[in-house]
């Protein structure tokens, strides 16, 4: 059984930053593609980031491009996601996703098979 964990969120400043983190266990014999996507309220789920299963590529929304840094730890299925430059519409759930050897498209939620609870982060003015 897969297990998606996150960690790190909280209360900032606008400006401030933050780090989030996932791991992801199971059986499975391979390494898991890693996801960020949040859910701020009333709002649907959206993309955030991406790293594949080897740590080469990584994915950004154009909303946190330049501020946020996705980042795997080697030989870990342990990802970690820097946010730098905080805004309050950064404000939500943030969700980590999993997939082994994939998926086959990182910024698709549909694509991941494998969610952790989610992580609160809230941003004031």
């Known amino acids: 059984q897969v297990q998606v964990v996150e960690s790190g969120g909280g209360l900032v400043q606008a400006g401030d930053s933050l780090r989030l983190s996932c791991a992801a266990s199971?059986?499975?014999?391979?390494?898991?593609?890693l996801g960020w996507f949040r859910q701020a309220p009333g709002k649907e789920r959206e993309f955030v980031a991406a790293i594949t299963w080897s740590g080469d590529k990584q994915y950004y929304s154009d909303s946190v491009k330049d501020r946020f840094i996705i980042s795997r730890e080697d030989a870990k299925n342990t990802a970690h996601l820097q946010m730098n430059s905080l805004k309050p519409e950064d404000t939500a759930v943030y969700f980590c996703?999993?997939?082994?050897?994939?998926?086959?498209?990182?910024?698709?939620?549909?694509?991941?098979?494998?969610w952790g609870l989610g992580t609160d982060v809230t941003v004031s003015s």
């Open positions: 199971g059986r499975t014999g391979g390494r898991f593609g």
């Open positions: 996703a999993a997939a082994v050897w994939g998926p086959p498209h990182y910024t698709v939620a549909t694509a991941y098979d494998h």
